[in-house]
């Protein structure tokens, strides 16, 4: 599919190498008890609230169906007249964007625009209890090369799959991409030095829709002057590039932990890393540390998840015809800076053909079913793909490196438009209370002007998949299908 010819990404930048890793030594927390271990009141009324209503949405829909949960328009929480930055607003979702599914209050965060696109850096937050989407903040004001005025407040970006949420300091987290209006990594300026700066957070406590994300004065308004809401933290960790990056979020020993894919000059060939967040509220520092390299897999644009029952970190990788592999995977048992590897595993459909990874595709882990669910909005926008995670009684890989991967039509006639122009990418989520995804569909012009950018739940087929794995398995083992060869990187 050709991208929107007004979207330009730029690939460049710079890898850091990370410290040693040491494994967790107590027990690894799975996001889904996070909502009830920290005291933020407010967002455990409006949990339990979304939690209820998404509930009930889900109750009505079949496996394997959709059910949308937005109520009014995105472009209804849209600034207007002086208070709004320049561009179209549409490229927060429509340029290679991602959200962050705040679990302990069951809002959809979004942020993005970037590069090329949009240089509006305000937050939208879709409530759950409502179904609404909202702001949660005005855009800063840029200068005439680019910088945000007052240095407070990140820069837009093409964020591909690096927006997260951490419910342990209940922060927003974003890693960039592709920033405006370079396309490289946030910067900043005094006036005469320019710095990288970077990850920023956003807090969600903080949320008001008239307020600037920076400091007073920094709005686009300069006649009515908006209040500063100092929502962001700007979080001075030197990190790798984050263009095409992916992200998984998992709680470990009680602290917020984000594994990244990062590459250095959009090599194709990009590492893991550990990035453990500190006590944000009370001074903590955050840390960041290799724990993985490529060489067997090619990894481009895409999307990550974490199977928390096999401690795997799984990335959609870019086929190529010398590194033909579906998926990328690291064990994080092995975790370590030089010498845990990537593992390929290949994709194949249940009647034996081969099955097509693609740059548009969003994955995420069911917990629930032991599989990786993907979607990427074609197909008419309502077909998804589902794998089950294949190991041997250790949890390993091991000689487990082809899967089968079902194509589950929608159960609904209802379902997403689909049809991303940039990918799915971070739009797509699975939220272990709800036992469902929550889906973000492309932004789209109504009859009347106006744009729409729909949040959907799907409720996915629990329990095995009534497929013909062994039989198409047994066609790989005979070399009856094409994909039977399959590369890695030449030594």
Excluded at 238 to 252: L, P, Q, V
Excluded at 417 to 436: F, I, Q, R, S
Aim: with cysteine.
């Amino acid at each position: 599919m050709k991208k929107l010819k007004e979207f330009r990404k730029l690939k460049s930048g710079e890898d850091s190498a990370g410290s040693s890793n040491v494994r967790p030594a107590g027990p690894i927390l799975p996001v889904l008890f996070v909502a009830a271990s920290f005291p933020v009141c407010m967002g455990q009324v409006n949990a339990e609230t979304s939690f209820e209503r998404l509930s009930s949405l889900l109750a009505g829909t079949p496996q394997g169906g959709w059910v949308k949960a937005s109520t009014n328009l995105f472009s209804d929480a849209w600034a207007t007249g002086a208070d709004a930055a320049p561009g179209p607003t549409s490229a927060v979702v429509r340029a290679w964007s991602s959200f962050a599914w705040d679990s302990a209050r069951g809002d959809l965060l979004l942020w993005g625009g970037g590069h090329g696109n949009y240089v509006g850096n305000e937050m939208y937050v879709w409530d759950g209890a409502t179904g609404s989407w909202g702001r949660g903040s005005l855009a800063s004001r840029i200068d005439s090369k680019g910088f945000i005025v007052d240095n407070a407040a990140p820069q837009s970006a093409h964020t591909y799959d690096n927006n997260v949420y951490l419910p342990a300091n209940d922060m927003f987290l974003t890693f960039g991409g592709a920033a405006a209006p370079g396309g490289g990594a946030f910067l900043q300026t005094d006036g005469t030095n320019v710095s990288v700066a970077g990850p920023f957070m956003w807090d969600p406590r903080k949320a008001d829709p008239n307020k600037v994300g920076g400091t007073t004065g920094s709005g686009w308004n300069t006649t009515h002057i908006a209040q500063g809401g100092n929502m962001w933290l700007d979080r001075h960790v030197s990190t790798a590039t984050h263009i095409d990056g992916t992200t998984a979020y998992r709680m470990e020993n009680g602290k917020d932990v984000v594994y990244v894919t990062a590459d250095m000059a959009a090599s194709g060939f990009p590492s893991l890393y550990r990035y453990t967040a500190g006590d944000v509220r009370s001074g903590g520092q955050d840390t960041w540390e290799r724990v993985g390299r490529s060489w067997n897999t090619v990894g481009y644009q895409g999307a990550g998840t974490i199977d928390t029952d096999h401690n795997l970190y799984i990335r959609t990788a870019s086929p190529r015809p010398s590194y033909a592999s579906d998926l990328t995977i690291w064990d994080l048992d092995n975790a370590n800076p030089d010498h845990n590897w990537d593992i390929g595993i290949n994709l194949v459909k249940a009647d034996g053909s081969d099955f097509v990874m693609t740059p548009y595709f969003g994955i995420d882990y069911d917990s629930a079913n032991n599989s990786i669910v993907l979607w990427d909005g074609r197909d008419g926008g309502g077909t998804v793909w589902s794998a089950n995670v294949l190991t041997d009684a250790d949890g390993n890989i091991g000689s487990h490196t082809t899967w089968v991967v079902h194509e589950i039509e929608s159960a609904t006639g209802d379902h997403p438009l689909g049809n991303h122009e940039t990918g799915v990418l971070g739009k797509w989520k699975y939220d272990p209370t709800l036992g469902a995804f929550i889906a973000l569909d492309e932004a789209a012009k109504t009859a009347d002007g106006k744009w729409d950018a729909a949040v959907w739940l799907y409720k996915p087929v629990a329990g095995p998949v009534p497929e013909p794995q062994a039989y198409a398995l047994l066609l790989a083992g005979l070399g009856l299908i094409g994909w039977a060869v399959r590369g890695r990187r030449a030594g």
